[in-house]
């Protein structure tokens, strides 16, 4: 049988790389995307394109390469994604618009792509790395948890429009782990005239302090494999430590204030 064929945005560096990496060795033949290929001359295992999925003939012409190379796309992984922190009043709109164009607009893009390839095979996966803090509403972090729910609730709805050709979509959705998001991320400045500085630089110290200690993407990779072996994959994943996926489970349970009241303290809010 030959090799599934996988596609796998923002592969570059962090959980992309990660999942990439793991399915090579699993014997998947793979391709990655970024931004900028030419940053990486040296790069391998897995192969590189050039992507940026705001981009829509970009998006086109990555999934077109992959097809025409291999005959075949079997399995979508949407991981390609921007954090973005602030108080959502002093969060430029532009920056906003950004941050639903990549976490939100980018994996949509990519799935009306590979779409009408997988109906012709009658087969064909899409995962959505996500994000726990799509489940709830994170002060400061209120643009990256809702674009991450956005495409948490798009999924579902596309799952039962997709299902009758073959093809399986799922969310997948990480806690904290140790990856360079941080780093690039967009976050409104801490002014010293605001009247959130010093409970937004408290909860900015907190977010890093989370990143840094976060678990190894590996498992958001060994996650995706199950999912991917997986004959009739659920609607949402979570993996994370104990305490992040029980945050999702009390979300469902508490009373609202009873909840908010929990993020409160959390946040020292």
Do not use: C
């Amino acid at each position: 049988m030959a090799k599934e064929v996988v596609l796998v945005t923002g592969a570059s560096s962090g959980i992309g790389k990660a999942i990439a990496l793991y399915l090579h060795n699993k014997g998947y033949r793979v391709y990655g995307t970024t931004r900028d290929v030419s940053k990486y001359p040296d790069f391998g295992p897995f192969t590189l394109i050039k992507l940026d999925v705001n981009q829509e003939d970009q998006v086109r012409d990555a999934v077109q390469e992959v097809v025409e190379k291999e005959g075949r796309l079997d399995i979508l992984i949407n991981n390609a994604g921007v954090g973005i922190t602030g108080p959502v009043e002093e969060t430029p709109y532009e920056e906003i618009l950004k941050a639903f164009e990549t976490n939100f607009h980018g994996p949509i893009r990519m799935i009306k792509e590979v779409l009408p390839q997988m109906r012709t095979q009658g087969s064909g996966i899409i995962i959505n790395i996500t994000s726990i803090a799509g489940y709830m509403g994170l002060p400061f972090r209120g643009v990256y948890s809702a674009s991450k729910g956005a495409l948490e609730l798009i999924t579902e709805a596309l799952r039962m429009e997709t299902q009758a050709f073959g093809i399986s979509i799922t969310n997948l959705a990480p806690g904290d782990f140790a990856t360079n998001i941080a780093g690039g991320r967009y976050h409104a400045p801490v002014n010293e005239d605001s009247p959130y500085r010093e409970v937004y630089q408290k909860s900015l110290d907190l977010m890093n302090a989370h990143v840094d200690s976060g678990q190894d993407p590996i498992m958001v990779a060994e996650k995706t494999y199950a999912i991917i072996n997986n004959q009739k994959p659920k609607v949402h994943y979570r993996v994370g430590t104990p305490l992040q996926k029980l945050s999702v489970v009390l979300k469902k349970i508490l009373p609202d204030k009873v909840y908010e009241g929990m993020l409160k303290k959390h946040y020292k809010l």
